[in-house]
């Protein structure tokens, strides 16, 4: 089983989340949308798109998102096959978040690894 096919997004806190997404406007031209982020969508060698994305996004400093760890930012990963491979996390004994999620976005799962940082897992909707 493929486990991680790429990452889906980056999330960081910031103590003042408007101050530093203006920064990054200004500075590297990230055209940050209304909810904090940007989606980088995937090019080939060419310049032309295909499916596939790269979240980025500052949170605010408060935000629990990341709870239960302390760690000021999150990475998250695609996978091919959330349930298998949160399975496999499992019986290698790693620290395997109960919870899960699916929307119109994909599946989500989490776990901590063994620094106490959280990582978010992503299979993304069929066809993206």
Not at 40 to 65: H, K, L, N, Q
Not at 72 to 85: C, D, I
Not at 101 to 128: C, Q, R, T, Y
């Amino acid at each position: 089983m493929r486990r991680v096919t790429g990452i889906g997004g980056i999330f960081f806190k910031a103590k003042d989340p408007v101050a530093l997404r203006a920064w990054y406007m200004k500075h590297f031209g990230i055209d940050v949308e209304s909810w904090g982020g940007f989606a980088f969508r995937w090019i080939d060698a060419v310049g032309e798109p295909y499916a596939g994305m790269t979240v980025w996004s500052i949170m605010p400093e408060s935000t629990m998102y990341f709870a239960p760890s302390a760690s000021p930012f999150m990475v998250n990963y695609r996978v091919e096959n959330l349930a298998a491979l949160l399975a496999a996390l499992r019986g290698e004994g790693c620290q395997v978040e109960e919870k899960t999620e699916e929307s119109e976005s994909g599946k989500f799962g989490w776990v901590i690894d063994p620094e106490g940082n959280k990582v978010e897992l992503w299979e993304p909707p069929a066809g993206s």
